[in-house]
């Protein structure tokens, strides 16, 4: 994220929201640790900035050093491809649950997918399209699955609930 410029950490959770939300979380509790080792291994440089009535805030500055580590990492021919969803998860249990607690949850991760796409949306009005091709390509797929995913939601949901053979049959394709 900072070979796009120097940030703060509070930038860069900002920037992996709006960019990298969709398939690597990061918060606060993994980027700052992260800055730090980084720092410590001299692939990133740091600056205080004063701020009135606030703690100082650094921001980061990518260095040689890290610059060329991460070309080294993006010669990797094979990158794994992982990903983790909460929701899937429960939904595995649902068998457990009640209509109401299954609806609830199913609602939740329809409004937060929704959140997203218009995430993507307001990108259009900031300056999305001077940003690199790559960029364009993760939010096209962001974008993409989401949409997926949201309309598979939709058109299955009620077998969570009318729990019939024909059912799972049809959403595993069988």
Not at 30 to 47: C, H, K
Not at 55 to 64: E, H, Q
Not at 66 to 92: W, Y
């Amino acid at each position: 994220m900072l070979t796009n410029g120097p940030a703060s950490g509070y930038d860069l959770k900002k920037r992996f929201e709006s960019s990298f939300g969709h398939f690597f979380a990061a918060g606060y509790g993994s980027i700052y640790p992260a800055l730090a080792t980084l720092a410590r291994n001299g692939m990133v440089d740091f600056e205080e900035v004063p701020q009135e009535g606030k703690p100082d805030r650094k921001v980061y500055t990518i260095t040689d050093k890290g610059r060329d580590e991460l070309l080294q990492g993006l010669s990797n021919p094979s990158p794994t491809h992982k990903v983790r969803s909460e929701f899937l998860a429960i939904m595995c249990f649902a068998h457990l649950m009640t209509d109401a607690q299954i609806d609830t949850v199913i609602d939740h991760r329809l409004a937060a997918i929704d959140g997203f796409l218009k995430t993507l949306d307001a990108l259009a009005d900031c300056g999305f399209e001077s940003m690199p091709p790559g960029a364009h390509f993760v939010a096209g797929c962001g974008r993409h699955v989401a949409t997926a995913l949201r309309q598979y939601i939709e058109d299955n949901r009620a077998m969570l609930t009318r729990r019939d053979d024909a059912d799972v049959r049809i959403a595993i394709g069988s």
